[in-house]
T-cell receptor, first 117, second 107 residues
C-alpha cells in the first residue's frame, strides 16, 4: 500500500470558521509533511513531523496549527484564515526525514483544495 | 536555504518531439528527485538519483545527474499526450522544489 489519503477533497470556509484537514498513511513512514501549493507554482513546505514530533516549521502563520496524533495520522487545524490562504494543501510522507544534505522519497496525497471566502 | 533553479518554465512540443528539463544548484547535492504532476493532480515520484554521473531510464524517460552533482536533467523521447504535466525536481534536507517545467504536447 503506497497510498496517502487526504480528507476532505474540497473545503470552502469563511474567515471566521475553524476546520481541520486530515492525512493518513499506512506505509510505516515516520516522516510526514504539509505543503501549500498555489496555482502554477511548486509545492511550498509548511511543516515536517519526524517520529511524531514537529521538526520543521517554515515560518508558517499561527492560524495554521499542525498535529500528529500518531505515526499514521497528520492533521492541519485552520482558524481565522485569509482569502490568500486559498490553495491546494498537500500531505506527504517518507520513510524517514531526510538527513543533513539529503532527502527521502516522498509520497504525496491527492490534496485538499481549500477556498477561503 | 538551498535553491534549485529549473528551466524552462514552459515547453510546447508537437507530439513525437523530444523534451528536456534542467535543474541546477549552486551547491553540491546529496541526491535529487524528480516528480510529475498532472493538471489537477498531485506530485507523483518518478525517480531518485544519488551517484555522480548517474543515468537512469524509464521507458522513454532518461534522467541524468551531473558529475559534480550540481545539475540534473530529465529527457523524454518522442513525447506523447500522456506526458502532459509539470515536472519538478526536488533536493536538499529541507525539501525544496524547483519551480517546475510545464510540458504541453500538441497532437
Amino acid at each position: 500500500d503506497t497510498e496517502v489519503t487526504q480528507t476532505p477533497k474540497h473545503l470552502v470556509m469563511g474567515m471566521t470558521n475553524k476546520k481541520s484537514l486530515k492525512c493518513e498513511q499506512h506505509m510505516g513512514h515516520r516522516a510526514m509533511y504539509w505543503y501549500k501549493q498555489k496555482a502554477k507554482k511548486p509545492p511550498e513546505l509548511m511543516f515536517v513531523y519526524s517520529y511524531e514530533k514537529l521538526s520543521i516549521n517554515e515560518s508558517v502563520p499561527s492560524r495554521f496549527s499542525p498535529e500528529c496524533p500518531n505515526s499514521s495520522l497528520l492533521n492541519l487545524h485552520l482558524h481565522a484564515l485569509q482569502p490568500e490562504d486559498s490553495a491546494l494543501y498537500l500531505c506527504a510522507s517518507s520513510q524517514v526525514e531526510g538527513l543533513a544534505s539529503s532527502t527521502d522519497t516522498q509520497y504525496f496525497g491527492p490534496g485538499t483544495r481549500l477556498t477561503v471566502l | 536555504g538551498q535553491q534549485v533553479m529549473q528551466i524552462p518554465q514552459y515547453q510546447h512540443v508537437q507530439e513525437g518531439e523530444d523534451f528536456t528539463t534542467y535543474c541546477n544548484s549552486s551547491t553540491t547535492l546529496s541526491n535529487i528527485q524528480w516528480y510529475k504532476q498532472r493538471p489537477g493532480g498531485h506530485p507523483v515520484f518518478l525517480i531518485q538519483l544519488v551517484k555522480s554521473g548517474e543515468v537512469k531510464k524509464q521507458k522513454r524517460l532518461t534522467f541524468q545527474f551531473g558529475e559534480a552533482k550540481k545539475n540534473s536533467s530529465l529527457h523524454i523521447t518522442a513525447t506523447q499526450t500522456t506526458d502532459v504535466g509539470t515536472y519538478f525536481c526536488s533536493a536538499s534536507y529541507i525539501p525544496t522544489f524547483g519551480r517546475g517545467t510545464s510540458l504541453i504536447v500538441h497532437p
